[in-house]
């Protein structure tokens, strides 16, 4: 078992795990928001199956290491513990440095942080690259979020409408979004490019409850749910359970983010359970 740290606001609460930083669940009035994979291995090596892992340096496939990089599959270092700030939220910052592992894979000098804050009935997860080395290099970077859905067959994404998306189950195909609303009845892996920074996520939990999803300097959105024919490839996940998740995901994987020494990149993005 991993090592869990907890926040808790009132009947809201989070829990989350240094390996991966990874956000393993997140209640709201007692009711859980996030989709966590009964079948999620915890070896220690593998990447959790559900909640909200972390992608960095690299989104997708990636030459020089693993899939989606190795965020996600690092063990983090608690920053500052968990504290109550001056408006009432729980927050607890994280860090992730260079060390002799990751510069085994990715030669380059770096600091991440990670502030996760519980509000009420609200998740704000900020996050910031900075590039303590000496010479520039380039990543991207997503929040992953598994949500719980009620029936991912119901749901409806707004903020997509009129936007360019490679379609991965085509090899990439692009397309422009025709649909007021993205709906998913079928295997379904869509990298929407500079979406609206704003997304509604109707049938969210056991309750189907409606999600604000915000973005700062996140411009993409990747859309996911593996269907069954492809959740039947994945040993950690239930062969049913593709019905009750979906994951949208806020990030800067379009155009990789440019870094030269010294610099700085900060990104944002607000959760909040609206109806």
Not at 33 to 61: Q, W, Y
Not at 105 to 119: E, T
Request: proline share 5%; hydrophobic share 40%.
């Amino acid at each position: 078992m991993y090592s869990e740290i907890s926040l808790l606001r009132g009947n809201d609460s989070v829990r989350l795990v240094p390996f991966g930083a990874t956000v393993t669940s997140w209640k709201v009035d007692g009711e859980e928001i996030l989709f966590l994979s009964e079948k999620s291995l915890k070896d220690g090596k593998t990447p959790i199956r559900g909640g909200i892992p972390l992608v960095f340096p690299n989104f997708g496939a990636w030459e020089l290491g693993p899939h989606h990089g190795f965020a996600h599959t690092t063990e983090w270092t608690v920053e500052q513990a968990p504290k109550e700030e001056s408006n009432g939220d729980v927050t607890v910052l994280l860090s992730l440095r260079d060390n002799d592992y990751t510069r085994s894979i990715w030669s380059h000098g770096f600091q991440v942080l990670y502030r996760v804050a519980l509000g009420k009935a609200r998740l704000r997860l900020e996050l910031s690259v900075e590039n303590n080395g000496t010479d520039a290099f380039e990543f991207t970077a997503l929040v992953h979020p598994f949500w719980r859905m009620a029936d991912v067959r119901q749901c409806k994404l707004s903020g997509c409408h009129g936007v360019a998306y490679a379609d991965k189950t085509r090899e990439f195909f692009e397309s422009r979004e025709e649909r007021e609303y993205v709906t998913v009845t079928e295997w379904t892996d869509n990298i929407y490019k500079s979406t609206e920074p704003v997304h509604a996520l109707t049938g969210v939990s056991a309750a189907g409850r409606t999600l604000k999803i915000e973005k700062e300097n996140l411009p993409d959105t990747v859309v996911w749910n593996p269907w069954a024919k492809m959740a039947a490839d994945l040993p950690d996940l239930g062969s049913e359970e593709y019905l009750n998740m979906l994951c949208v995901e806020p990030g800067h994987v379009a155009k990789p983010v440019r870094l030269e020494p010294s610099q700085r990149f900060d990104a944002a993005c607000t959760f909040a359970v609206t109806a």
